[in-house]
């Protein structure tokens, strides 16, 4: 039996871990699993607008345009991917900024580029963004990137993103790689990344092969200067379009890079290096503007055509299943 002393030191002990284990519930260090449902109420929580239901809570600012994708003459002798058979292929191409502002200053640096391809029997819908890699290589982290940006009592806490980013690899990784690109004043000049490593069918083995791809603008990527940045209006993507594609189309050549034996091919923030075998798949063709009714459509990265394989990164699926998730409830 216990005496008096020992029951006193018990309860002492015990009260001191019940306000330990408080704190630490309170602490932004809890460890929380994201799955696609808990990273979307991150999302709305972040961006979300009680008066309007209906509001995109991700890359909320954008317009839309119409265009074809030309597959490369004799392509499906070395790709097997019967949808680049159908030739001239009508293609939906939406143009966005990151965050879930409508109102963004386009001199942001994460911007997007969506496209819905239209075969006769067969469709891919591709989802980029202007960077080769991702902030986040798993979904917690993707989620926690979003989650601590959240206000609390009306403020960001500026100190603790901070931390994060010097203590979480991925974070840190991708800021810097922000830092070495500069703001391009079009999308004409803009060059936008797969960020996953997708799997497609050799035509002679039938194998699936591993590449990431790209659509680098045939006019070439260039930057805004300083005085270019302070002299121009926030808004300028959208008016640049239509001006440009007035006079004539704007086009980009789409382009596998094919993995190397020692390249990571299931981390969205493994930036590859080094020489790598490429080829250059087709032309995307954007020839007309098409207002911003797309805005509220959802283009899936999950809705591959015969011949192309999901990418085997953590966050692929969770990334789809999020944009699911996230379109059903602004119906």
């Given at each position: 039996?216990?005496?008096?002393?020992?029951?006193?030191?018990?309860?002492?002990?015990?009260?001191?871990?019940?306000?330990?284990?408080?704190?630490?519930?309170?602490?932004?260090?809890?460890?929380?699993?994201?799955?696609?449902?808990?990273?979307?109420?991150?999302?709305?929580?972040?961006?979300?607008?009680?008066?309007?239901?209906?509001?995109?809570?991700?890359?909320?600012?954008?317009?839309?345009?119409?265009?074809?994708?030309?597959?490369?003459?004799?392509?499906?002798?070395?790709?097997?991917?019967?949808?680049?058979?159908?030739?001239?292929?009508?293609?939906?191409?939406?143009?966005?900024?990151?965050?879930?502002?409508?109102?963004?200053?386009?001199?942001?640096?994460?911007?997007?580029?969506?496209?819905?391809?239209e075969?006769?029997?067969?469709?891919?819908?591709?989802?980029?963004?202007?960077?080769?890699?991702?902030?986040?290589?798993?979904?917690?982290?993707?989620?926690?990137?979003f989650?601590?940006?959240?206000?609390?009592?009306?403020?960001?806490?500026?100190?603790y993103?901070?931390?994060?980013?010097?203590?979480?690899?991925?974070?840190?990784?991708?800021?810097?790689?922000?830092?070495?690109?500069?703001?391009?004043?079009?999308?004409?000049?803009?060059?936008?990344?797969?960020?996953h490593?997708?799997?497609?069918?050799?035509?002679?083995?039938?194998?699936?092969?591993?590449?990431?791809?790209?659509?680098?603008?045939?006019?070439?990527?260039?930057?805004?200067?300083?005085?270019?940045?302070?002299?121009?209006?926030?808004?300028?993507?959208?008016?640049?379009?239509?001006n440009?594609?007035?006079?004539?189309?704007?086009?980009?050549?789409?382009?596998?890079?094919?993995?190397?034996?020692?390249?990571?091919?299931?981390?969205?923030?493994?930036?590859?290096s080094?020489?790598?075998?490429?080829?250059?798949?087709?032309?995307?063709?954007?020839?007309?503007?098409?207002?911003?009714e797309?805005?509220?459509?959802?283009?899936?990265?999950?809705?591959?055509?015969?011949?192309?394989?999901?990418?085997?990164?953590?966050?692929?699926?969770?990334?789809?299943?999020?944009?699911?998730?996230?379109?059903?409830?602004?119906?």
């Open positions: 039996m216990l005496n008096r002393k020992s029951l006193c030191k018990l309860l002492v002990v015990g009260v001191f871990s019940s306000i330990l284990l408080l704190n630490a519930k309170d602490s932004k260090d809890i460890q929380v699993e994201y799955d696609a449902e808990k990273i979307a109420d991150v999302f709305y929580e972040l961006n979300g607008d009680s008066k309007d239901p209906h509001k995109k809570i991700n890359h909320a600012k954008g317009f839309c345009a119409i265009g074809e994708f030309v597959p490369v003459k004799n392509i499906k002798k070395i790709l097997d991917i019967p949808l680049f058979e159908n030739g001239n292929i009508q293609t939906q191409v939406r143009y966005s900024l990151g965050g879930g502002n409508p109102k963004a200053s386009d001199k942001s640096k994460p911007r997007g580029m969506a496209l819905k391809i075969g006769e029997k067969d469709s891919w819908e591709i989802v980029m963004l202007n960077t080769e890699i991702n902030f986040a290589k798993t979904p917690n982290e993707f989620g926690e990137f989650a601590m940006r959240i206000p609390k009592n009306g403020k960001v806490d500026n100190e993103i901070i931390k994060r980013t010097n203590e979480v690899a991925s974070y840190k990784n991708f800021e810097k790689y922000l830092d070495n690109i500069g703001i391009t004043g079009s999308v004409a000049n803009t060059a936008y990344y797969s960020i490593t997708f799997y497609f069918r050799d035509k002679k083995s039938k194998k699936f092969v591993p590449a990431r791809f790209k659509f680098i603008p045939v006019s070439g990527v260039s930057y805004l200067s300083k005085d270019e940045l302070t002299s121009i209006k926030d808004d300028f993507l959208e008016s640049d379009f239509k440009h594609v007035a006079k004539k189309p704007i086009e980009y050549k789409m382009i596998l890079v094919y993995a190397n034996p020692k390249d990571i091919t299931n981390d969205t923030t493994a930036l590859w080094g020489k790598h075998k490429e080829l250059e798949i087709g032309t995307l063709i954007v020839n007309k503007y098409d207002g911003v797309c805005n509220g459509d959802v283009f899936m990265p999950s809705i591959l055509p015969n011949g192309v394989d999901a990418p085997k990164d953590p966050l692929f699926n969770v990334r789809s299943d999020t944009y699911s998730i996230t379109f059903g409830r602004r119906q």
